[in-house]
């Protein structure tokens, strides 16, 4: 999510930033600054960049260890915990789905301020949404079973109505016009059709032109071929669903000739 997005929704909603004990956060971070060697150092920053959260705990622990240089230190911002680490870990689509859904849970948390609750984690996990939470009661379970369900029909990209693609997908042909078809198979993600065209998934079922579902035919029968040939790698079953699909493949092909 962009970091304007989050930053919006962390400090808009109290149960997104519980509250810390600063002496016990200063010890911790001391300590991992001190223990934690320079090669695992390097590897967490390559971590960083790779989900767009450059120097979010590598700088706090860098920050530690130049706690002797007072200039340095006190011109870099105290670590913060939680979700700030790793932030909200989905696309921007779904910001006014996690906004309406956090306004309940905040109504209801301020009119029952006993009630224990926080949230631990927020990410897409199999094309919808997830969100990892403790504490809380059945009406807050309502409101975030609800959310994740919800997301399964807006795209996470744009935010317009969208359905669950794939990177997975099979090519029909009927009426003598061809077809991709999403088979669920894949890397999944909950996308608008022209979302799912940007980024190359099967979105439900998309008309294709001829010469689009002549190459990706080839490019299957040849993934099939090579399969077929390496049969020790792979179970008995996947085995004989490969030779099935390259059937299938070597039938649509005959379209061609």
């Known amino acids: 999510m962009d970091k304007k997005l989050e930053m919006r929704l962390l400090e808009k909603y109290k149960f997104l930033r519980p509250e810390q004990n600063p002496q016990d956060l200063e010890t911790n971070m001391e300590i991992m600054a001190k223990?934690?060697?320079?090669?695992k150092l390097n590897d967490l920053k390559d971590l960083e960049k790779e989900l767009g959260k450059e120097g979010v705990i590598s700088g706090?622990?860098?920050?530690?260890?130049?706690?002797?240089?007072?200039?340095?230190?006190?011109?870099?911002?105290?670590?913060?915990?939680?979700?700030?680490?790793?932030?909200?870990?989905?696309?921007n689509g779904w910001y006014s789905?996690?906004?309406?859904?956090?306004?309940?849970?905040?109504?209801?948390?301020?009119?029952?301020?006993?009630?224990?609750?926080?949230?631990?984690?927020?990410?897409?996990?199999?094309?919808?949404?997830r969100i990892y939470y403790y504490g809380g009661d059945d009406f807050?379970?309502?409101?975030?079973?609800?959310?994740?369900?919800k997301s399964a029909t807006v795209c996470e990209v744009c935010g317009h109505p969208?359905?669950?693609?794939?990177?997975g997908f099979d090519i029909k042909y009927e009426n003598g016009k061809f077809y991709k078809v999403s088979n669920g198979e894949g890397w999944l993600k909950t996308l608008c059709y022209e979302d799912a065209k940007k980024l190359g998934y099967a979105y439900s079922k998309t008309e294709i032109t001829r010469q689009e579902a002549y190459k990706l035919l080839r490019e299957m029968k040849l993934d099939y071929e090579k399969t077929l040939a390496d049969k020790s790698l792979w179970s008995s079953d996947y085995i004989e669903d490969v030779k099935k699909r390259l059937n299938?493949?070597?039938?649509?092909?005959?379209n061609f000739n």
């Open 35 to 39: 223990e934690i060697p320079k090669e």
């Open 60 to 91: 706090t622990i860098e920050q530690y260890r130049n706690k002797n240089n007072p200039d340095i230190y006190e011109k870099q911002p105290k670590p913060i915990w939680d979700l700030k680490l790793f932030g909200i870990q989905c696309g």
């Open 97 to 129: 789905l996690l906004d309406d859904a956090f306004s309940k849970i905040q109504k209801h948390l301020d009119e029952n301020p006993d009630l224990d609750f926080g949230i631990e984690e927020i990410k897409e996990k199999y094309g919808t949404l």
């Open 140 to 149: 807050i379970e309502n409101i975030i079973d609800h959310a994740e369900k």
């Open 162 to 167: 969208g359905k669950l693609c794939s990177t």
């Open 248 to 254: 299938e493949v070597n039938e649509l092909l005959t």
